[in-house]
């Protein structure tokens, strides 16, 4: 992934020299690593070894080490990683060293509910703005901000220095939000809407569609309870799908 580069780290010893070019799936892990490292040191832990941070953010030790070499973190033979520091260095490279300004547009439900949740605060983010192209809800109050109406986003975010847009709109609105954040010259999107969106290159965009990874877990139940309906007697067993087609799925051998 490529990233700007940095002209230098924070002035602590063993931090970041310059932003490095990381994995996405490393990117991906690092919130992680940063809540469990928050929650050691609110806990009074000032070191921790690889087999327990790993087990703290739920990953394998070899690839936390992995993904912390990237950082040019590697941690103390014997004694492992100086937490405080290591919180250092993970949220300089994902940015958090400023409070990032966000702007939220849609107040349905789910909007209300992003809007009126305490925890962006203290991982860096500062809900600056909502909005909202319902006449109902603008003017209302949530959590001590005021609903904006969609035609003020220009102006506001020029005022507020929105870095992220946040769209938790219906699908069908989805599409034109995103090119009104871009035309504003928002370049990183969160979007909760059912819907894929189309943005030009340079803009990135974060997808979380619940629905989806409900279905995900559905797969694995039924998985589970058709493993679980197998004959258990060796080789494998024929499942009809719908159409007409099906696959076979293995059985395991019993008594080896």
Known sequence: MSQHRHPGAPGRAGAVPA????????VARLPEYLRAL?????TGHETVSSEGLAGAAGVNSAKLRKDLSHLGSYGTRGVGYDVSLLIDQ???VLGLTQRRAVALVGVGNLGHALAGYDGFASRGFRI?????ADAGRVGEEINGLIVRHIDELAR????EAIAI???ATPAPAAQAVADQLVAVGVTSILNFAPCVLSVPEGVDVRKVDLAIE???LSFHE????SLTALPATGGSALTALPGGLAVTEPQEAIGT
């Open 214 to 216: 409900l279905q995900i």
């Open 19 to 26: 932003l490095p070019d990381l994995p996405e799936a490393t």
């Open 90 to 92: 993970i949220e300089y």
């Open 222 to 225: 039924h998985r589970k309870a």
């Open 128 to 132: 600056a703005a909502l909005f909202d």
């Open 156 to 159: 506001v975010a020029v005022e």
């Open 165 to 167: 847009g946040v769209i």
């Open 38 to 42: 928050h929650n050691l040191a609110d």
